[in-house]
């Protein structure tokens, strides 16, 4: 079971629930906090073992998603090891072993995982076993006998970009092949979704951290030539709790704001006419300081006055800062649903879900569609495009490798010696694009973003580039479109593009 945020509590029975008469009251009484997972055994009874390890500094100092995760990996053990009495803290090598082969290789399991996800499961159990101080250790993922081999990722994708452009107008705009609205589509929050798609298109940001954007952060100073705009993505919001600096194209910012003075100014309107935000544990921001540290102000609705750094702000946390608008309070939340309340960043998934279908709907015919995804061939599955979220990040990778290797070949016309002396004042393409995603190793974004082309030299990505000088963008249709030929991976529409118009992408 897992402990609710305090706005998601639900009616408590006036007597109380076994015995209590606060539960929320007795469950913080504990150290419990939103989000901890409670494991209750098959005879219905709390493991209090378990319990303080919950509470534990170890499983504290976790992300509240990485809790979850570990948690749930946990539970299948737990339930495993329950299957055959055994007692959790007396588990021995032999049980992991056979847990192992049950969850990795046995043909009598369905559902058997890879050996990524082994490895999380496998950082989770000795993470357990190691605060419970078991001796020795059933699992160790320092081990390598206990690491998988194959741990490679599965949910790396790249498109192009006019492959993204033909998404974006079919599943977001509504488009038929032949570039029509199709009759009857209507979207109240088409603004706000092509938006939001550009943002991380452009920037690379992840989705928690375009998603939990601010008003007040959106960025408005734009670089020479003011092609590129850069704002600062908060400590609290990034995976290694450190900032940075990114990088969003003014075409891209200028949908947002675009989006922020119709779609979301409505919404916001919706909501305050109806009362919506009075009924909110909402937090009127009072100040923001200037500076290299901003720090906001606030005064809740009890009168209680309270502060933080922007940067140190997580995404739960942001929801309930509400601003001084023209018509009353307002959130600072940039991303809003339909009835003006912020847009958790993981109810991006279904926007993105909902529009892979509508590709398919309109891209695949009726015998294709009647297929499930899993079991369509590769020619059928490149007929239609899917996307996710973190897809986009990924293409911005790639895009800014290609882009960045180009710059550097073609318009400057380094040579090899240059080349060298270039990278050893302001790195290569490959150290530049881990440092716009944040990366602290460079083999991390070859490895996992751009594994695609990590086996190219320069001069295979370069082949299809026009000698002489070239703009930045000129002929990457046709690079992008030679490395999907060569490569796994890479979506590419290159063989509807005859057939189906992208434009206004």
């Excluded at 944040?438 to 083999?443: F, M, R, S, T, Y």
Aim: glycine letters at 8%; charged letters at 25%; proline letters at 6%.
């Amino acid at each position: 079971m897992w402990v609710p945020d305090q706005e998601h509590w639900r009616p408590l029975p006036g007597e109380g629930v076994l015995g209590i008469g606060d539960l929320p009251r007795a469950v913080a009484g504990i150290g419990l906090r939103p989000g901890d997972p409670v494991f209750v055994s098959p005879e219905f009874r709390v493991d209090s073992k378990l319990l303080d390890f919950v509470r534990s500094r170890e499983f504290r100092r976790l992300e509240r998603e990485s809790r979850r995760n570990y948690a749930t990996d946990i539970r299948l053990l737990l339930n495993f090891l329950s299957s055959r009495g055994a007692r959790w803290w007396e588990a021995s090598e032999q049980d992991l072993a056979d847990f192992r082969d049950w969850r990795c290789r046995s043909p009598l399991n369905p559902r058997r995982v890879g050996g990524a996800k082994w490895n999380r499961e496998a950082a989770a159990f000795t993470l357990l076993f190691k605060w419970a101080k078991v001796v020795p250790l059933p699992v160790d993922v320092g081990r390598r006998e206990d690491r998988a081999a194959d741990a490679v990722s599965t949910r790396v994708s790249w498109l192009t970009p006019r492959t993204w452009g033909l998404w974006t107008n079919i599943g977001l705009r509504g488009q038929l092949r032949d570039g029509r609205i199709a009759p009857g589509w209507y979207s109240r929050t088409e603004m706000r979704n092509t938006a939001f798609v550009q943002l991380l298109l452009s920037s690379g940001l992840r989705r928690q951290e375009g998603g939990a954007l601010l008003t007040l952060e959106l960025p408005t100073r734009q670089l020479q030539y003011g092609r590129y705009c850069h704002g600062q993505v908060a400590d609290a919001l990034t995976r290694s709790k450190r900032g940075r600096t990114f990088y969003a194209t003014s075409d891209s910012v200028g949908q947002v704001e675009s989006y922020v003075r119709s779609e979301r100014a409505w919404a916001v309107a919706r909501a305050q006419v109806s009362g919506r935000y009075e009924r909110l544990p909402l937090r009127m921001v009072t100040q923001v300081t200037s500076g290299r540290e901003p720090v906001v102000h606030w005064i809740d609705r009890d009168g209680i006055s309270g502060r933080q750094r922007l940067a140190g702000l997580g995404w739960r946390e942001r929801r309930w800062l509400f601003l001084e608008g023209p018509q009353g309070p307002e959130p600072a939340w940039l991303w809003l649903t339909e009835q003006g309340l912020p847009m958790l960043p993981d109810r991006w998934e279904a926007v993105f879900r909902c529009a892979n279908l509508r590709c398919e709907q309109v891209l695949l015919s009726s015998g294709e569609r009647r297929l499930g995804r899993d079991f369509r061939l590769a020619e059928v599955r490149g007929k239609a495009p899917f996307a996710t979220p973190h897809a986009a990040r990924h293409s911005f990778a790639l895009y800014m490798l290609i882009v960045l290797n180009q710059l550097m070949e073609a318009r400057f016309g380094l040579t090899a010696a240059d080349r060298r002396d270039f990278a050893l004042l302001f790195g290569d393409p490959w150290f530049l694009v881990m440092t716009l995603l944040g990366h602290a190793d460079v083999e991390t974004t070859r490895r996992h973003y751009l594994s695609p082309v990590s086996h190219l030299r320069l001069e295979s990505i370069l082949a299809a580039v026009d000698d002489g000088p070239v703009g930045p963008a000129e002929n990457l249709d046709g690079v992008f479109a030679r490395l999907a030929r060569e490569t796994a991976g890479i979506q590419d529409v290159e063989v509807l593009l005859d057939a189906i118009p992208v434009a206004g992408s």
